[in-house]
């Protein structure tokens, strides 16, 4: 009777246990599919948000600045799932804003400015008019390239991401292409600017194509992956040791951070370079810029750097609206012109808040 009792309760609680795992295998699978429809979601709302978005930039630019949006390619992507695929290894296509200034003579040349955006995923918007307004105005052609991973283009486009690695050659791709279609280039005067993961790509592209940049800016710029990955979240770590992402994390590959961080590249500028960065930055440590500050200086490299003290905006300090912010960027401009020659060169701060914010009283 013991026998039985017993055999009949082991049967009842491993009957019990099998539908309990079940349940939670169901539930798992639930919130899985779930999590899958939410960050559908989110890239749906991300492509509303950059089709309206897209909408505003004459609106916010006027007469002065002319806006086109076209398409280009870059490299194949580097991680290729099905490699027999039709179509599997066909160049990338992604888009870039080109702006012009509407009163420039087509018979001249024009110096060009590259304008990678920031953010492990993101896109460029018209929070960066007010530089583009500064921009054109002194009769720079700028393009702004939405590189692969960038957002508003669906997930299939954001699992495309290569960070610090084809982003950068999508990048390079933009300014070969304003070269190819714009005989109002100066081929001799291209330069590069960009803050944030926008330094990164910035940086990358000088060390990786010295002879294609007369010069460039590097603002509060991602610098030395290993470090970055040391005091950032979990969640942060995880996004880059994704599979259709680096695919694996710091401690598991060191070489391909590396190969991917400017500061471990120093050796490789040869292009006149500006670098700001700032003590309170709250997204990009300063102690990663000085990391690369020192390795620039180890390796004998000539730059021009400075290192602004609690400036208020931390991580865009010198990207927001304030008079401090504007000192910041008439040095970038300044720097820049030393050798891209803007034929309306800004003489101070006033002559860029009349072209940025009082477009109208400069004519």
């Not at 897209?54 to 600045?65: E, F, K, P």
């Not at 500064?134 to 991401?161: H, K, M, N």
Request: hydrophobic share 35%; with cysteine; proline share 5%.
């Amino acid at each position: 009777m013991k026998k039985t009792i017993g055999l009949a309760l082991s049967l009842a609680t491993g009957t019990l246990l099998y539908g309990q795992t079940r349940a939670q295998n169901a539930e798992a699978a639930q919130i899985t599919a779930l999590q899958r429809q939410i960050a559908g979601m989110q890239h749906q709302f991300d492509a509303l948000d950059k089709t309206i978005d897209d909408l505003t930039w004459s609106q916010r630019l006027g007469d002065a600045t002319l806006v086109d949006k076209v398409i280009i390619t870059g490299p194949p992507p580097a991680v290729i799932k099905n490699p027999t695929g039709q179509g599997a290894k066909n160049p990338v296509r992604f888009s870039a804003y080109v702006f012009i200034p509407s009163k420039i003579d087509p018979a001249k040349k024009y110096p060009l400015l590259v304008l990678p955006h920031g953010g492990v995923h993101s896109n460029f918007n018209t929070a960066y008019a007010h530089i583009i307004k500064e921009l054109t105005a002194q009769e720079y052609v700028v393009i702004a390239p939405d590189y692969r991973g960038s957002t508003g283009y669906g997930q299939g486009f954001y699992q495309l991401i290569d960070y610090g690695g084809l982003e950068v050659e999508d990048t390079k791709s933009c300014r070969d292409y304003m070269l190819d279609n714009y005989d109002f280039i100066d081929k001799k005067r291209v330069g590069i600017l960009g803050w944030s993961h926008g330094g990164m790509i910035t940086l990358l592209n000088l060390f990786n194509h010295p002879s294609d940049y007369a010069v460039g800016y590097a603002g509060v710029p991602v610098s030395d992956l290993i470090a970055r990955m040391g005091y950032k979240g979990q969640s942060y770590r995880d996004a880059y040791s994704a599979d259709y992402h680096i695919g694996k994390s710091a401690d598991q590959n060191v070489e391909e951070y590396r190969k991917r961080s400017p500061a471990w590249n120093a050796e490789k500028l040869q292009t006149p370079l500006l670098i700001h960065t700032n003590t309170n930055d709250e997204d990009v440590n300063v102690l990663e810029v000085e990391h690369l500050i020192k390795s620039l200086k180890a390796e004998g490299k000539k730059f021009e750097y400075e290192i602004y003290k609690e400036a208020p905006g931390g991580h865009t300090f010198n990207r927001i609206d304030s008079y401090g912010a504007k000192e910041s960027r008439m040095k970038i401009y300044d720097f820049l012109a030393q050798y891209l020659k803007p034929n309306k060169k800004f003489k101070d701060v006033k002559a860029l808040i009349e072209a940025s914010y009082f477009p109208k009283s400069s004519k």
